[in-house]
């Protein structure tokens, strides 16, 4: 396993998310067909909610500070501020809360948010790691379309982690 642990972060090596939309930002478009940027007035005026009721009203049962910075982000009109630079800052709480959103990530979000999703299953494999789960899911569904973003060391690393820890195949991803 420390081998493993070691590896993930010389085959992931850490790079920034840069324009591509987090899992926070995923999560907001899940519930409202639109990401904080875009939120409008017009928007606004057709829910009948200011940007900060938008957040409240529709209970997203974010953490506080993810509900601050969402508030922030609808009411600025702007991708909110999550402190994340490099898949290292990614918490194990982060991915809990906003996983289920990794379907709407583009292949490079994808990419970016993999490598911590793996870090924490190998570090705390005893911690309920349902997250992985959407992870899984969308590398089965959609590696036709996110393919192109692994080198090939990086595509043998995920085969050999879902065969180790999931005791399955993917045998198409080589």
Known sequence: MDLKLKHIQDIFPTKELGNHRSLFECDFYDTHYRYYDEVDGEYLSAVNLSAENL??????????????????AATSRTRPNENIKTWKDITYEYLYYFSDSCSYLDSEGFKFYLPAAIYYVLVKPENNNSFIDHFLYRLEFRWDLDNHVFNNDQKRFIRLFIN???????????
Do not use: V
Not at 67 to 72: A, D, L
């Open 55 to 72: 957040i409240l009203a529709y209970n997203m049962d974010y953490p506080n500070f993810y509900q601050k910075i969402g508030i922030i």
């Open 164 to 174: 180790d820890y999931h005791k399955r195949d993917f045998f198409w991803i080589s």
